[in-house]
């Protein structure tokens, strides 16, 4: 056979093997015999061999895994996986509800529900409708490179069935419960040690640095959430979900779309535990999600957790046990928890001793007393709550609870904003509970950017005594570093030199370094623009700011709370006299071409990806929103332009090419 033969036959070959691998894995509806299957495959291998210049990264060969690698690379993502907050009951459904439709003004919004499936995150790149990375979520914003791995998992599709631009998805890698009990016993019988649950065992199994061992695992997948996609346009999350099942991907076949959320928890009763228990995979709780894509920018997110969705996490196993104590611990963000000390008990499988007690009101609420005996359960399988108080049991001598008026740890002021449940140390910057993350966050690549700055660094600096608050940092010399483990001459100069180097960061980084609540890098921006130096920002207030696009009350108030506490003052003298940069200088001072501009993306541009021009647009002073308005200044239009494009000229919006776009930033 020629080469022009070779070739058309083994494209006839991949195209009839991808055919049946979504039939098989994806429909779970075979078409033709495992032996029909293999003599297909056997074939393609054999040409593919007689013919190496034909093997491409796509084809249904490389999914048997190539030799052992040394290590995972470290990849960042394109956006931040971000985790879930979770909700244990009804009650929480609907203040979430509350929160939602308070932010976005609206009487009543769509939810989809789908299934929480107990697995391993991963982050899923296609270029020109090919598979050229995964990455496992790791920390969020940094993954482990593990593509030739999923490669392996048969279902996840190396072409997608219509040719895209560029698609990245977020999805989960299983491993389904009978294909766990077989993998234990096989464990068991080689002497090996069993895996705890199916997730630890998907987890385990993709995170091998030998891929065949993943291929000899039954790992499965299943895609949910559109993150970025050029080409096509999806307006919904059912929308999101439909159309990933067109481009081939396994999607869960229960999605339940909800007109408000009166239907999400009347659906929610529904799912009994034998319901649950009835799927062929772990399920520990069901996922509500705003279906109007449109509404997840309004709603934005937190550090941790996007605003437009929920985790609801089906109940635990009960148990009774004695609140020997209530202690209080202080969060990063400075949040007051209280915390009951419990009679050790057995619950779901481990030991519980602890139990949160969310804040002041769920105490008041169950009326939770010191030597009270309790109902314990693991909400969602995981974190151990009090659900019930036996008051039947009380003797009189059990004691009631007061939130303390004092940070237990530093000593500030505590305050509850109105309208919020927690109380918030407002010692900030100087309270020692908040600064391990306080210094994390501070040194990050969107904040201060001190490269070689990691958690672990961070720790033994604070262990030691040798920074109390992100100030700190910059009084340290060569010789404390060198007391560090795994610092040596090189080591020590490289991070004094990346600390130094962060002195003269934008103001705006230095206001998103500073964790003020509700202080994101947009809003941070938008400070440093409207400020010009932190002097100014510490006087402004709370009329001032509030009279600035984008800063509402809670943030106006949140800014205030901080300048006003004087161990925050403390610290910013302290950056002051060691040489951080406090204000903008020199070009940053200058008016920025698109200041106070309005610019919506959409299509592909021809030689600038979307972050790219996102990125130039920020700098130069504009903004870049996910829907058009009345408000918006510009639409900047690619190759396959979606409804964007169609609403710009329905309201008149200017429209612009990519061309047009560097014309306003000066670059043509």
Same mark, same amino acid.
Request: aromatic content about 6%; overall charge neutral; charged content about 30%.
């Given at each position: ?220 997948l299943f895609t949910y959430q559109i993150i970025r996609i050029e080409g096509a346009e999806v307006k919904t999350q059912r929308e999101a979900l439909d159309f990933l099942e067109e481009l081939g991907f396994p999607v869960n076949p229960y999605r339940f779309v909800a007109p408000d959320m009166a239907a999400v928890v009347a659906e929610i009763r529904n799912w009994t535990p034998e319901r649950r228990a009835a799927f062929p995979y772990e399920i520990d709780g069901l996922v509500i999600k705003v279906n109007d894509l449109s509404l997840h920018p309004i709603l934005g997110a937190t550090a ?81 709550? @009090? ?128 964790? @003020? ?22 006087e402004a207030s709370f009329e001032e700011l509030t009279s600035i696009p984008d800063i509402g009350p809670r943030i106006a108030e949140s800014i205030r709370e901080f300048f006003n506490e004087p161990r925050n003052l403390m610290v910013l003298e302290k950056l002051k006299r060691a040489g951080v940069k406090m204000e903008e200088r020199g070009e940053e001072a200058e008016a920025k071409p698109l200041a106070g501009k309005t610019f919506v993306l959409t299509g592909t541009l021809p030689t600038l990806t979307r972050q790219e021009a996102t990125e130039l647009i920020v700098r130069a002073g ?47």
């Open positions: 056979m020629d080469l022009e033969k070779a070739r058309k036959r083994v494209e006839e070959l991949r195209r009839l093997i991808r055919e049946h691998d979504y039939y098989y894995y994806v429909l779970d509806q075979p078409k033709i015999s495992d032996q029909e299957y293999d003599a297909l495959m056997r074939e393609l291998l054999e040409l593919e061999q007689a013919f190496p210049e034909l093997v491409t990264p796509d084809s249904p060969t490389q999914r048997v895994g190539g030799a052992p690698r040394e290590g995972f690379v470290t990849v960042r993502h394109l956006e931040a996986l971000l985790s879930l907050n979770d909700a244990f009951n009804e009650r929480e459904l609907w203040d979430f509800d509350r929160r939602v439709r308070e932010i976005t003004g609206l009487p009543s919004v769509e939810y989809v529900i789908e299934p929480k499936i107990d697995g391993l995150t991963v982050a899923l790149t296609y270029r020109e409708g090919i598979f050229v990375q995964g990455a496992t979520r790791g920390d969020g914003e940094l993954g482990e490179d593990v593509t030739p791995n999923l490669k392996t998992v048969k279902s996840l599709p190396l072409r997608l069935r219509k040719d895209l631009p560029f698609l990245y998805v977020r999805g989960e890698v299983y491993m389904p419960k009978v294909s766990f009990a077989r993998l234990n016993a096989e464990r068991e019988k080689a002497g090996e040690p069993l895996f705890a649950n199916p997730r630890n065992a998907a987890a385990g199994s993709l995170r091998q640095l030998d891929p065949k061992i993943t291929a000899s695992r039954d790992l499965r941790r957790a996007p605003r437009w969705a929920i985790a609801y996490k089906f109940p635990g196993e009960q148990v009774t046990t004695r609140v020997e104590d209530i202690i209080v611990r202080v969060g990063r963000t400075g949040v007051l928890t209280p915390i009951a000390i419990l009679t050790p008990v057995r619950v779901s499988g481990s030991t519980v001793s602890r139990a949160t007690l969310h804040n002041e009101d769920y105490i008041r609420e169950k009326d939770i007393r010191i030597g009270d005996v309790v109902i314990v359960q693991k909400a969602g399988d995981v974190i151990p709550e @009090i659900v019930e108080v036996l008051k039947e049991e009380r003797t009189g001598e059990e004691r009631e609870f007061r939130m303390p008026d004092r940070c237990p740890v530093c000593g500030a002021a505590v305050v509850r904003p109105p309208g919020e449940a927690a109380r918030r140390c407002t010692g900030g910057l100087a309270c020692p509970a908040q600064v391990q993350e306080r210094i994390i966050h501070f040194a990050s690549r969107k904040a201060m950017d001190i490269r070689g700055l990691g958690a672990a660094t961070v720790a033994q600096l604070l262990e030691k005594g040798l920074v109390k608050d992100v100030a700190d940092l910059y009084y340290l010399k060569k010789e404390n570093l060198l007391k560090l483990e795994r610092f040596a001459e090189q080591s020590a100069r490289n991070l004094l030199e990346a600390i130094e180097a962060s002195k003269n960061r934008p103001l705006e980084r230095l206001i998103y370094a500073l964790g @003020i609540r509700y202080v994101g890098e947009q809003v941070a921006r938008v400070l440093a623009q409207r400020f010009r130096s932190l002097d100014a920002l510490k504009g903004r870049v929103t996910e829907s058009v308005s009345r408000k918006t200044d510009y639409v900047v239009v690619g190759e396959n332009p979606g409804s964007k494009y169609q609403k710009a000229r329905e309201l008149g919006i200017p429209i612009i090419d990519e061309e047009g776009l560097k014309r306003l930033l000066g670059l043509v």
